[in-house]
DNA sequence: GCATTAACCACAG
DNA sequence: CTGTGGTTAATGC
């Protein structure tokens, strides 16, 4: 565990800018930070939600099992917080948060993050306004994905990492074939045969885990038609 | 019926 | 864990 410095943070979370100087003071007494590898769990669904979780670096999936299986929930990216509904929806977590790439996560004290949202109407609206995003996505997403057949989907998942996760058309994929069956609900080989003929039909380029969108065109195609 | 879709199974690398 | 091939059940002309 690093002692953190909130204060000259340059990773600090849009609502966090907001704090003043004392604010800033009494978060620094009351966080942690820690270092997580890649495939290490950050809280574990059905255990005590203790403190309030801050994604600073990093890329996590948050995942509950279901009746058959893992599904994974979203794959959120750096800098985010983690698990707001489940630490204040209840008292268990409902899902779980495992790290996808090696992260650093700020574990901050529920009390000081419940006074600040308290005094600092400011730090609350931006937390809101994240949570209220987050929910829009999570909603178009889960509609899009039980609506869509199978090419539909995977196109999507491709468009989504390069559009909101990466920024790029060429990328590695942060999950693996299974993991990323478990994100759209699909089966692990529905995923590799599709993979496969985006690639024979010269959509896109992939080795291993390496992604190259070549027809965006095609893909945002494929993907609006389900 | 016949075609399409995608899951399930098995097995190889 | 990944990629492929065969089989099978469901659904839609």
Request: hydrophobic share 40%.
């Amino acid at each position: 565990m690093i002692r953190p410095n909130c204060k000259f943070c340059k990773l600090k979370s849009p609502a966090a800018e907001l704090l003043n100087d004392d604010e800033l003071e009494e978060l620094e007494q009351n966080c942690a930070l820690v270092q997580f590898k890649k495939g290490e769990v950050i809280f574990r669904e059905g255990t005590m939600a203790t403190n309030i979780v801050y994604l600073r670096e990093g890329m996590v999936k948050i995942h509950m099992k279901g009746p058959v299986g893992e599904k994974i929930l979203r794959l959120n990216k750096a800098p985010v917080y983690l698990g707001l509904p489940t630490t204040f929806g209840d008292r268990v977590n409902h899902y779980s948060a495992t790290a996808v790439t090696d992260a650093k996560i700020c574990f901050i004290s529920l009390e000081t993050f419940k006074e600040f949202i308290f005094s600092n109407g400011n730090f609350a609206y931006e937390i809101i306004m994240d949570l209220c995003r987050m929910e829009l996505s999570d909603s178009q997403r889960y509609t899009n994905m039980s609506q869509k057949q199978l090419p539909g989907r995977v196109a999507e998942i491709l468009l989504c990492f390069s559009n909101s996760l990466f920024k790029s058309d060429t990328y590695e994929l942060p999950l693996s074939i299974t993991e990323l069956a478990d994100f759209i609900s699909v089966s692990r080989e529905s995923v590799s045969r599709q993979l496969s003929e985006f690639t024979h039909g010269g959509i896109i380029a992939h080795d291993k885990k390496n992604v190259t969108i070549l027809r965006r065109d095609l893909l945002e195609k494929i993907s609006a038609n389900g």
